[in-house]
T-cell receptor, first 111, second 116 residues
Framework: GESVGLHLPTLSVQEGDNSIINCAYS??????FIWYKQESGKGPQFIID?????DKRQGQRVTVLLNKTVKHLSLQIAATQPGDSAVYFC??????????FGAGTRLTVKP | GAVVSQHPSWVICKSGTSVKIECRSL??????MFWYRQFPKQSLMLMAT?????????EQGVEKDKFLINHASLTLSTLTVTSAHPEDSSFYIC????????????FGPGTRLTVL
């Protein structure tokens, strides 16, 4: 699947605050979700994933929440740091391996 | 684990020439790789799905004769931009599918192509 080329929404937070990045997905049959982080001039980097049989999963400073009822995915970053500044993409995948990417959100961390 | 490399990381070429970009999965085998294109400040756009030992599957609107894909081994896929023109200038990113219980895609670092 392909994502539509759109200008990215932005989120600006103060260093040390928590960040919440949201994503609405489209396919009710999607059963696997991933958050990627992309820094300028680099490829996307895997952050955290979650299966559809879970509604929350925690990593190091990151938490992913899944609400299948409204097809909503969020990424929470605790104590946001300048190094967290990047574009964050959500991705959804159904059984046919067709992965679809969201438009992405640009996170800017202010010192 | 799950490291994907791309080569070159950047390339500048003259209009009309062809450019080959390599994508390698370094520590796992990938029967499926993907090629994406990304314009500044935009999301990833899937160009094609590359399957080892078979023809690539191209997304609608992507010219298969212009963007040649070869997936000759379980760790290498190549994208050749033929007769490149300035409008082909972009950031090209590959990903490799690590077949596990979740089938996660891992991305390469990208290749910046500039066509003069």
């Amino acid at each position: 699947g392909e994502s539509v080329g759109l200008h990215l929404p932005t989120l600006s937070v103060q260093e040390g605050d928590n960040s919440i990045i949201n994503c609405a997905y489209s396919n009710s049959a999607s059963d696997y979700f991933i958050w990627y982080k992309q820094e300028s001039g680099k490829g996307p980097q895997f952050i955290i994933d979650i299966r559809s049989n879970m509604d929350k999963r925690q990593g190091q400073r990151v938490t992913v929440l899944l609400n299948k009822t409204v097809k909503h995915l969020s990424l929470q970053i605790a104590a946001t740091q300048p190094g967290d500044s990047a574009v964050y993409f959500c991705a959804e995948k159904a059984n046919n391996n067709d992965m679809r990417f969201g438009a992405g959100t640009r996170l800017t961390v202010k010192p | 684990g799950a490291v994907v490399s791309q080569h070159p990381s950047w390339v500048i070429c003259k209009s009309g020439t062809s450019v080959k970009i390599e994508c390698r999965s370094l520590d796992f085998q990938a029967t499926t790789m993907f090629w994406y294109r990304q314009f500044p400040k935009q999301s990833l756009m899937l160009m094609a799905t590359s399957n080892e030992g078979s023809k690539a599957t191209y997304e609608q609107g992507v010219e298969k004769d212009k963007f040649l894909i070869n997936h000759a081994s379980l760790t290498l896929s190549t994208l050749t931009v033929t007769s490149a023109h300035p409008e082909d200038s972009s950031f090209y990113i590959c990903s490799a599918l690590w077949v596990t219980s979740t089938d996660t895609q891992y991305f390469g670092p990208g290749t910046r192509l500039t066509v003069l």
